[in-house]
């Protein structure tokens, strides 16, 4: 699940690293997904979480947060240094239009949504640099020696989401169910990993705030669990096609 809605997002801004609240729409996007959760835990026990990880930046531990005390227990937080945001470099605090303006539509496309590009790296004399080390600083040592202090492509999050995923594997193995609450590039580049998705596939996946995906797996031929449907299911199938209308049509996640 992504976290509510941002101020950030709000003002359709690139985040990235930057710690920034949920905005007030956020807040109730998160109480919605969090009674749609309660409602779908009542109506099939087996979906109730084991336990909900979360980002530690602010905008998804609040998520979290307000998710997991609606839900029976309630289950406990767990922090994962590795589903923070992608660091987005030199387009971190700046305006999407000014981008697109600056860099032209050819790269803002490339840089935002390919798979490999990285965007032009965040300079030591940016303003959003302290912000940034500032935010680094709060992560654990291991997360200041894995993540690029520059910019990453999303094929670099895939990457330092590898480990998060076979210990989540490993529970979902275990008849776990996991809740997690992530951001929107750190869950497109999850679900490479969940969906096998191919660059091209991930390329157009876009990620509403604040609408839980369901994935249900099963044991596959090889022994390791696979989604039942790709892609997993929205709970709220209309709304989150709603929201994924209104996304797209300002340029997606």
Excluded: C
């Amino acid at each position: 699940m992504r976290h509510g809605q941002s101020t950030f997002n709000a003002g359709d801004r690139f985040t990235g690293l930057l710690d920034v609240p949920l905005s007030d729409v956020g807040v109730a996007e998160a109480g919605r997904a969090a009674r749609l959760l309660a409602d779908a835990v009542a109506r099939e026990p087996a979906l109730a979480p084991r336990r909900v990880v979360t980002s530690p930046l602010v905008r998804a531990a609040t998520t979290a947060a307000i998710v997991a005390d609606a839900l029976p227990g309630p289950p406990p937080l767990a922090v994962e240094w590795r589903l923070v945001e992608r660091h987005y470099g030199a387009f971190t605090d700046k305006p999407r239009d000014v981008v697109r303006r600056d860099y032209g539509e050819a790269a803002y496309w490339r840089y935002r949504r390919s798979y490999l590009h990285r965007p032009p790296p965040l300079a030591a004399d940016d303003p959003a640099r302290p912000l940034v080390d500032g935010t680094l600083l709060r992560l654990p040592d291991a997360a200041r020696a894995a993540l690029r202090p520059d910019a990453e492509s999303l094929a670099d999050v895939v990457e330092r989401l590898r480990p998060f995923w076979a210990e989540t594997r490993a529970a979902l193995a275990r008849g776990e169910a996991v809740l997690v609450v992530g951001h929107g590039n750190s869950l497109r580049a999850l679900s490479v990993l969940v969906d096998d998705l191919t660059p091209e596939e991930v390329q157009d996946l876009d990620v509403p705030t604040g609408h839980p995906l369901v994935h249900r797996f099963a044991p596959g031929r090889d022994g390791t669990h696979v989604p039942e449907v790709r892609g997993g299911t929205y709970l709220d199938a209309h709304g989150a096609e709603h929201a994924l209308g209104d996304l797209r049509s300002r340029g997606g996640t």
